[in-house]
C-alpha cells in the first residue's frame, strides 16, 4: 500500500496563480521528499524536508510538514507554463531504508 | 552534471522474451534502484542495490532479476516477460538510500 496519498490528483490553473498540493502518510517518518515528473520523463528531486522541520523553500517551492498531522504540503508561487508536470510525494519511513511514493498530482498550468 | 542514462527509451517485447534493461550512472554512487510507474499506481520499489554483487528485493519483485557487476551499472531482467509487465521502468541512484536520488529518463516496455 502507498505510504503517501497526493490531494488532489489533478489540478488546474492559471499562470501568475499559486497551485497547492497536499501528501498525506500513514507511519512516522525520518523525512520527506517531493519530485517533479514532466510528461514521459525521469523524476526530478524538488526538495527534502526532515521530520524535525516545519517548512522548507525552495526558489519558488515552499514545502511544510506537520508531523502531528501526518500531512506535508507544496506550495508553488507565481505559476508558470513550465511548471506544467505531475509532482509526487515520497517519504523515508522512520526506521526504513526506501523511498515510497504516492500516486502523484498532475498540474496544468495555463498560459 | 549528475547523469543516469537508461538503455532504451522505448522497447516492444513479446510474450515469453528475456527482457534486459540496463541502467548506467556516472556519479560514483553506492546505490541504485529500479522502480515501475503504472497510472494512479505512482513509482513502485522492484529490486535496490546498495553494492557491486549486492541485492534487495523492493515491493514487487515477483518476475524481476537483477544484476550489479560493476558500481556504475545496474540491469533489470525479465526472466518471461509477460503482458502485466508493461509499464514505465524507471532507473535512479543515490548516494544514500533515504535523500534524493537521481533518476533516468524512463524505459517504456509494452510487451505484446
Known amino acids: 500500500s502507498q505510504q503517501g496519498e497526493e490531494d488532489p490528483q489533478a489540478l488546474s490553473i492559471q499562470e501568475g496563480e499559486n497551485a497547492t498540493m497536499n501528501c498525506s502518510y500513514k507511519?512516522?517518518?525520518?523525512?520527506l521528499q517531493w519530485y517533479r515528473q514532466n510528461s514521459g520523463r525521469g523524476l526530478v528531486h524538488l526538495i527534502l524536508?526532515?521530520?524535525?522541520?516545519r517548512e522548507k523553500h525552495s526558489g519558488r517551492l515552499r514545502v511544510t510538514l506537520d508531523t502531528s498531522k501526518k500531512s506535508s504540503s507544496l506550495l508553488i508561487t507565481a505559476s508558470r507554463a513550465a511548471d506544467t508536470a505531475s509532482y509526487f510525494c515520497?517519504?523515508?519511513?522512520?526506521?526504513?531504508?526506501?523511498?515510497?511514493f504516492g500516486g502523484g498530482t498532475r498540474v496544468l498550468v495555463k498560459p | 552534471d549528475v547523469k543516469v542514462t537508461q538503455s532504451s527509451r522505448y522497447l516492444v517485447k513479446r510474450t515469453g522474451e528475456k527482457v534486459f534493461l540496463e541502467c548506467v550512472q556516472d556519479?560514483?554512487?553506492?546505490?541504485m534502484f529500479w522502480y515501475r510507474q503504472d497510472p494512479g499506481l505512482g513509482l513502485r520499489l522492484i529490486y535496490f542495490s546498495y553494492d557491486v554483487k549486492m541485492k534487495e528485493k523492493g515491493d514487487i519483485p515477483e518476475g524481476y532479476s537483477v544484476s550489479r557487476e560493476k558500481k556504475e551499472r545496474f540491469s533489470l531482467i525479465l526472466e518471461s516477460a509477460s503482458t502485466n509487465q508493461t509499464s514505465m521502468y524507471l532507473c535512479?541512484?543515490?548516494?544514500?538510500?533515504?535523500?534524493?536520488?537521481?533518476f533516468g529518463p524512463g524505459t517504456r516496455l509494452t510487451v505484446t
Open positions: 556519479m560514483d554512487h553506492e546505490n
Open positions: 515520497a517519504t523515508v519511513k522512520a526506521a526504513g531504508n526506501k523511498l515510497t
Open positions: 524536508i526532515r521530520s524535525n522541520e
Open positions: 507511519t512516522s517518518i525520518n523525512n
Open positions: 535512479a541512484s543515490s548516494p544514500h538510500r533515504t535523500i534524493e536520488q537521481y
